[in-house]
């Protein structure tokens, strides 16, 4: 079945651009996510990509999709403290639900 | 975009109990689906919520420990049924609006 990996730790300083890198295996994933978990709460959805793109930017986000080596990443840029937790890549499914990554905690340090 | 709100947030559970979790959303939508997360781990599916029809249960979850009931397009439970220690987790609630899905904040059970 699908599997979803990504590093499982990412440490920057504040101001710098953070990339958090993700690979599925399922060619035919239609959609692939990013979510934000920060402690004790649920998950945000941050933005999402269809397979047919290969960038989406939204102000500070920018998601880049290789479709050829099923990777995709999220840049985020100008990082800033309240941006440490865990973002989770997500790939989603034929049956419409969505496999999830280990997910990658993000630390910022000022 | 979806507003999924799930009750109870959090609970304490006495083992050999059961508890029901409830999922509403603030607009139809075409699918729901049951998640899991263990303390520090990933969100595991546990079955997809089908619409006046049983729910599909992903390999390693059954429908006598986790029965689900979806009766409109809006709403769904989630039991969980005789609990144990290790069914302490996030239970959370997820449902499809066109190409996004959104969560709920999550059930946090703990079983003593």
């Known amino acids: 079945g699908e599997d979803v990996e990504q590093s499982l730790f990412l440490s920057v300083r504040e101001g710098d651009s953070s990339v958090i890198n993700c690979t599925y295996t399922d060619s035919s994933s239609t959609y692939l996510y990013w979510y934000k978990q920060e402690p004790g709460a649920g998950l945000q959805l941050l933005t999402y990509i269809f397979s047919n793109m290969d960038m989406k930017q939204d102000q500070r986000l920018t998601v880049l999709l290789n479709k050829k080596d099923k990777h995709l990443s999220l840049r985020i840029a100008d990082t800033q403290t309240g941006d440490s937790a865990i973002y989770f890549c997500a790939a989603r499914g034929s049956q419409g639900n969505l496999i999830f990554g280990k997910g990658t905690k993000l630390s910022v340090k000022p | 975009s979806a507003v999924i709100s799930q009750k109870p947030s959090r609970d304490i559970c006495q083992r050999g109990t059961s508890l029901t979790i409830q999922c509403q959303v603030d607009?139809?939508?075409?699918?729901m689906f049951w998640y899991r997360q263990q303390p520090g781990q990933s969100l595991t599916l546990i079955a997809t919520a089908n619409q006046g029809s049983e729910a599909t249960y992903e390999s390693g979850f059954v429908i006598d420990k986790f029965p689900i009931s979806r009766p409109n397009l809006t709403f769904s439970t989630l039991t969980v049924s005789n609990m144990s220690p290790e069914d302490s987790s996030i239970y959370l609630c997820?449902?499809?609006?066109?190409?996004?899905?959104?969560f709920g904040e999550g059930s946090r059970l703990t079983v003593l």
């Open positions: 607009s139809q939508v075409t699918m």
């Open positions: 997820s449902a499809s609006s066109g190409g996004e899905l959104f």
